[in-house]
């Protein structure tokens, strides 16, 4: 049901903020702060977020297995949040926070299992699809995921209405401007041309129009903003 937790903190000096870019996964997060859950959406672009004072957030990275259980049509939610009525969750997740993380995981994990039903064999597909895409730097469009996974494109679109909210094109897309904004975050050394072309780019053009197209950046507007 879940990829990982993941946890924040922040305890910023009075009168300033700090800015947190995002390029999130095309993934529903289910995330609690104090005193509320929410669930967030699959992201098209690039966002962040200005932090402020002192604070945390317990958030789960949903496998699409876990999506049916708290929205009907997860694409109504691209780039936005809703509210989720789960008191039990927020009480127990903020009874551990903001020093035991580990229990923390531990609550959120004994809730979404207690409210969650066991996988149907599409919502299992649905896991493996997304996995696949992730996980292979060889695939590269929406027919090498159907083919490995022996099932009809048509499949595969209706599982990613269903249990993502993002076509699979957008999917396979996303991944791989997930793993060059990666490249350019973790080494400065790298050139935006050798990005290109390990990740299967025609040439840096393409990366960078693609790049500024999906998620509102450009190349080296990312690499100066984030380094």
């Not at 995002?22 to 098209?44: D, H, Q, R, W």
């Not at 490995?148 to 999917?171: D, N």
Request: one cysteine or more.
């Amino acid at each position: 049901m879940v990829r990982w937790f993941w946890i924040p903190q922040w305890d910023i000096q009075p009168g300033r903020t700090s800015r947190q870019h995002v390029i999130a996964y095309p993934a529903c997060n289910l995330v609690v702060e104090a005193g509320a859950a929410e669930l967030s959406g699959p992201t098209t672009r690039a966002s962040h977020r200005d932090l402020a004072g002192t604070g945390w957030a317990v958030g789960a990275l949903l496998r699409p297995a876990a999506v049916p259980h708290f929205t009907a049509d997860p694409a109504a939610l691209r780039d936005t949040s809703v509210t989720v009525d789960a008191p039990e969750l927020v009480r127990q997740v903020s009874a551990t926070m903001p020093h035991r993380h580990r229990s923390a995981v531990d609550a959120f994990a004994a809730w979404l299992a207690a409210v969650t039903a066991p996988p149907s064999a599409d919502a299992l597909l649905a896991n493996a699809m997304t996995e696949l895409i992730d996980a292979d730097p060889d695939i590269r469009t929406v027919e090498d995921v159907a083919t490995r996974l022996s099932v009809s494109v048509r499949t595969l679109q209706r599982l990613a209405v269903r249990y993502v909210g993002l076509p699979p094109l957008a999917m396979v897309r996303r991944r791989r401007l997930q793993e060059a904004a990666a490249r350019l975050r973790t080494d400065p050394t790298v050139t935006l041309a050798d990005v290109a072309a390990d990740l299967g780019y025609s040439d840096h053009a393409h990366l960078a129009k693609e790049f500024r197209s999906v998620l509102g950046l450009t190349l080296s507007t990312y690499r100066r903003e984030v380094s």
